[in-house]
């Protein structure tokens, strides 16, 4: 199984990143897909998740209103549209897939907001 992210990088508060997913080795649109993230020095925390279908979201209040999860079952990939990003949202973000007892992570991709 292997969880493909990529789409991180710097950009100052304010910006913009449309970070991806894509998933191999399972049967993707069987898996609620979500995002999570790690700051230095913090505990891994939930951004957002959607489900099978597609037809439903799930947000942290922290990023509620400014981040959009939507995923793409022909093409294997879940998204994370990021606006209005600040400073406190420098993490790893990573990717996840989970079905039952099947728990899958990507390797996580680094965003970096400048101040």
């Known amino acids: 199984v292997q969880l493909q992210a990529s789409g991180g990088g710097l950009v100052q508060a304010g910006g913009s990143l449309r970070l991806s997913c894509e998933g191999s080795?399972?049967?993707?649109?069987?898996?609620?897909m979500r995002w999570y993230r790690q700051a230095p020095g913090k505990q891994r925390e939930f951004v957002a998740l959607?489900?099978?279908?597609?037809?439903?979201?799930n947000y942290a209040d922290t990023v509620k209103g400014r981040f959009t999860i939507s995923r793409d079952n022909a093409k294997n990939t879940v998204d994370l549209q990021m606006n209005s990003l600040k400073p406190d949202d420098t993490a790893i973000y990573y990717c996840?897939?989970?079905?039952?007892?099947?728990?899958?992570w990507g390797q996580g991709t680094l965003v970096t907001v400048s101040s």
């Open positions: 080795g399972i049967i993707f649109s069987t898996y609620t």
């Open positions: 959607i489900n099978t279908s597609g037809g439903s979201t």
């Open positions: 996840n897939a989970l079905k039952y007892a099947s728990n899958y």
